[in-house]
């Protein structure tokens, strides 16, 4: 934001193509403002338009080339140049005259002969008017860019509250945070490539597709209420321990509805994030939990979040298996089309397969990673027993 100078002399530039009026008004302005000459349009409007313009125009209107009343339509066309307070100076006294300049956008008429007093009076008046009006201008850009700001760092630690509060069921599981990062992207890869479908496109929205990003790390937070002995298990699960399981996706539906309860009104974000934790374990054919709900009663953000979610897990090595490669993965994912999956997410995963594979690539878990997690299941197994 420039810092406006109060104490400056404002700049006058008087436009004339009479040298005789260019001294009669450069001698009865410069105590008062710095004054700049033009005796001809062209000059003034690059004079206008330059990097020091002028503060307020003073112009002829009967002038060769270009008249004063073309100059003014020029000036109040142009967006660096529009705010210029102009002043019609001439001889034209007729009413017809003067509202003409004035619905060009002229401030103000003045009628030659002039009278010295009225003139320093009428353009005193229009600085002044200048003056304030660019200062709110001022203070308006000043206000827009903080709230912008600030808004742009409420997201910032909106983003790393979810991230943080995910990371709370990722650490302890035999997944990592890469994790995160990775399924949110892929979410929204799918989301983007489905945006022109008739089937998602009042939903796939701009904002949607932003909320989507947010929220999908929150899918599995409802593990954080899952006991170890359960969670980290490398083997398979019995029947009770296979339930006790599947209730994570209700146990994060009311852990974020309990957020938002607290916050005491709906949040976009957090609506997103209810459907993605509650309903991503939900199959199309409708053999999924927990409401074993089918086809298009499945909200279509769990519907993303599910091809995401199982590409990601059969990609990544963990404790108790061997990574797939992404062809094998890809080939399981399209073999769940119209069972699993809604075909036409199975079929947009399909058109941005190598992208999936990009951000696989991109955040990859390391051998450390893997590391602190087999330490990490032998001492809470370790204290189970």
């Not at 852990?255 to 934790?277: D, H, P, S």
């Not at 955040?363 to 330490?375: N, T």
Request: aromatic share 6%.
């Amino acid at each position: 934001m420039d810092t406006l100078d109060f104490n400056a002399k404002a700049t006058v530039l008087v436009v004339d193509d009479t040298p005789d009026n260019l001294a009669l008004m450069s001698a009865l302005l410069r105590d008062a403002y710095k004054v700049k000459v033009a005796n001809q349009g062209e000059k003034a409007l690059r004079i206008a338009a330059s990097t020091t313009p002028p503060d307020l125009i003073l112009l002829d209107v009967m002038m060769p080339q270009m008249d004063g009343y073309e100059v003014c339509r020029r000036l109040k066309a142009d967006p660096k140049t529009r705010d210029i307070p102009v002043i019609f100076l001439t001889a034209k006294s007729e009413v017809e005259d003067e509202q003409k300049g004035l619905a060009l956008g002229a401030a103000d008429y003045i009628v030659k002969p002039i009278s010295p007093p009225i003139v320093r009076a009428r353009v005193a008046t229009q600085l002044s008017l200048k003056a304030s009006a660019d200062f709110l201008r001022s203070k308006n850009d000043f206000l827009e860019a903080e709230v912008e700001r600030r808004t742009r760092e409420l997201e910032a630690v909106q983003d790393v509250t979810i991230l943080a509060m995910a990371s709370l069921a990722e650490t302890r599981d035999s997944e990592t945070g890469k994790h995160l990062l990775r399924t949110q992207r892929y979410v929204k890869a799918l989301a983007e490539k489905l945006r022109p479908h008739p089937r998602f496109a009042d939903f796939l929205t701009d904002q949607n597709i932003k909320l989507l990003f947010k929220s999908a790390p929150l899918h599995d937070i409802g593990k954080v209420g899952i006991p170890d002995r359960i969670l980290l298990k490398p083997g398979p699960y019995e029947p009770e321990e296979l339930e006790i399981m599947k209730s994570h996706t209700l146990l994060g539906r009311d852990a974020i509805q309990l957020a938002e309860k607290w916050l005491g009104k709906r949040v976009e974000f957090l609506t997103l994030a209810k459907e993605i934790a509650l309903y991503h374990q939900e199959r199309w054919d409708g053999s999924g939990y927990p409401e074993a709900l089918s086809g298009d009663g499945i909200p279509p953000s769990a519907r993303l979040m599910a091809v995401a979610d199982v590409y990601d897990a059969l990609i990544s090595r963990r404790v108790y298996k061997d990574a797939m490669t992404h062809a094998q993965a890809a080939e399981i994912i399209a073999e769940g089309r119209g069972s699993c999956f809604d075909p036409d997410v199975v079929d947009a995963f399909l058109g941005v397969a190598t992208e999936f594979q990009a951000i696989a690539a991109a955040y990859p878990d390391s051998d450390e990673d893997l590391q602190k997690k087999i330490e990490f299941l032998a001492q809470a197994v370790a204290v189970e027993v």
